[in-house]
């Protein structure tokens, strides 16, 4: 006996670290999106199998942690090499401050998965989905926590399914993805209790009727929750072509260049060798490259054989915190810039902006134009711990890097000559609600300033790319992301990249996109997955209240 519960535990263990490994698999660098799926089977079988509250807690936690180890283990790194922390108290803060966090989520999800457990296939299609939208949902709501890892990020290359997005959100995305592996488990489940039916004598009992239709249902309406997005988003993404091609017949296009500097972040803080620095992105902003760095989808196809045009708009995107020497940031300053961009440009550039009578200091997004305009985005949900200190002030200062930020109050969309632009700086654009704000509020296109360099050469700076890719579906809108060390991109309204620089280069991405203005079913009406899934959760709880476990 226990032998066999020795056994049970180490299979237990197994698969709930196959389970975490095979989430992990779905992101870059593998990319094994497929893998998404199925990833979370052996994890939600193992919480159907433990029969005590605590081990099924435990188990939970254990998945969290390795989730939470497998995604983010580039924290340990960015602390230790580009922040200079020592050892010891990186390895505490990412414990205590990137695990912990991700295991109390799941520990959480699995405590209501053990209190609402049926063993009926409206659970696994509804309740279990719902628990795990709501679980990723919290991310975006508690200020210590940030939400990476949602599975939908990682499907961003699964082009025509991705693209519901566009109706359903990323919570609606999850819901489908966590539907379709609960009612995998759902399907062995019945196929165990066939198997358990089975009679030598006659070769099936009829009780084992009922799991076969229970199999095939689960079956049918797992390949639904994939197939129908699939049909969907085929028709969407040639809508997309035909509208994109429509705008720019009718002159809404315009020209994009983003700058990737590729300073480290010793240079940019150092208090040294700002104005070269400025020099060095004005060269690259204002000079033909000899080669851009193309790829060409069909979406785009119309722009590049449409002619050229003086009158088109050029929009120049410099990465975050730019222009970082607050004083040098004068009237003389901007006028400068505005006269080298020219007339027909228009400059976003990350940098700060200080407040002497407040003391406050502003991670911001300049919007310079040269026909002689200046506006700012203050950027409004800061990064825990690098840009606020929640709980403590663990990094302190860089440099002359601010140790703190004022999260800022700006408007997300700014009425920028040639169109309003929805702006969003750095890790803003994981938060869906932040960025759909700005669409809401009439952003005709996306411009996202990021500084990935702390990242690494992790896998971290592809899916930000993702995310910001994943927006820009959500929203049918173009979206220009420029960031310090790359990985920069222009994406179109179906999340595919039509230029891109690569990681750690000093390069610029040259680039065409068309300013839209109708509305996305989910700019319209935001997070209606996370709606329904309180109110599956809702209706779940009154059925345990009326009727009992």
């Not at 104005?275 to 000899?290: C, D």
């Not at 006269?339 to 406050?360: R, W």
């Not at 911001?364 to 929640?390: F, N, W």
Request: charged share 15%; net charge positive.
């Amino acid at each position: 006996m226990r032998k066999f519960a020795v056994r049970s535990l180490a299979m237990n263990f197994f698969f709930i670290i196959l389970s975490s490994l095979l989430y992990g698999a779905c992101f870059p660098p593998f990319n094994l999106w497929g893998c998404a799926f199925i990833a979370l089977v052996p994890y939600f079988y193992v919480l159907d199998r433990i029969g005590s509250a605590a081990k099924t807690v435990l188990a939970a936690g254990i998945w969290g942690s390795c989730h939470g180890l497998v995604m983010g283990y580039w924290v340990f790194f960015a602390l230790k090499d580009h922040y200079e922390v020592a050892p010891t108290p990186s390895a505490l803060f990412f414990g205590g401050c990137v695990i912990l966090p991700v295991m109390v989520i799941h520990m959480g999800f699995a405590a209501a998965y053990r209190f609402f457990k049926k063993p009926h296939m409206a659970f696994y299609a509804l309740v279990v989905p719902a628990l795990w939208g709501v679980a990723e949902f919290c991310k975006t709501v508690f200020s210590v926590l940030i939400p990476w890892g949602g599975i939908a990020d990682a499907l961003v290359p699964f082009l025509y399914f991705i693209q519901v997005a566009d109706v359903i959100g990323s919570v609606g995305v999850i819901f489908l993805v966590a539907a379709a592996n609960a009612l995998v488990v759902h399907g062995v489940h019945q196929g165990l209790l066939m198997l358990q039916n089975r009679s030598p004598a006659i070769g099936r009992s009829l009780a084992s009727r009922s799991p076969l239709k229970n199999l095939l249902l689960s079956a049918g309406v797992g390949v639904l929750l994939i197939g129908l997005p699939v049909i969907y988003g085929a028709g969407q993404v040639e809508k997309i072509d035909t509208r994109v091609a429509r705008a720019v017949k009718d002159g809404n296009d315009a020209d994009a260049v983003l700058v990737q500097g590729n300073f480290s972040a010793k240079e940019r803080w150092s208090g040294m060798g700002f104005f070269h620095r400025v020099a060095t992105y004005l060269e690259m902003s204002v000079n033909p490259p000899a080669m851009n760095r193309m790829n060409t989808v069909n979406t785009v196809a119309a722009m590049a054989d449409s002619p050229g045009s003086d009158e088109r708009q050029t929009v120049i995107v410099w990465p975050e915190t730019t222009l970082n020497s607050a004083s040098a940031l004068n009237d003389a300053f901007f006028m400068g810039l505005m006269q080298a961009i020219g007339e027909n440009h228009l400059l976003v550039s990350g940098g700060l902006k200080t407040n002497p009578e407040t003391g406050d200091v502003f991670n911001c997004a300049y919007v310079i134009s040269g026909q002689g305009r200046l506006l700012r985005y203050d950027k409004h949900i800061l990064l825990p711990y690098g840009e606020t200190a929640p709980l403590v002030d663990f990094l302190g200062r860089y440099y002359t890097a601010p140790s703190e930020f004022t999260p800022g109050r700006t408007p997300t969309a700014i009425d920028a000559p040639g169109g309003k632009a929805g702006l969003s700086i750095c890790f803003e654009i994981l938060y869906s609600g932040h960025v759909r704000g700005s669409v809401k509020n009439g952003a005709t296109y996306l411009v996202n300033i990021s500084n990935d360099a702390w990242f690494g050469d992790s896998p971290m700076p592809h899916i930000h790319l993702n995310a910001a890719r994943l927006r820009a579906i959500e929203n049918r809108r173009f979206l220009l992301r420029a960031s310090s060390s790359g990985i920069s991109a222009i994406v179109d309204p179906a999340g595919r990249i039509i230029s891109q620089s690569s990681l750690f280069t000093r390069e610029r991405v040259d680039g065409r996109f068309v300013r839209l203005d109708a509305m996305s079913g989910y700019t319209r009406f935001g997070n209606l997955a996370v709606l329904v899934s309180f109110l599956i959760l809702l209706g779940a709880l009154l059925r345990v209240y009326f009727r009992g476990p």
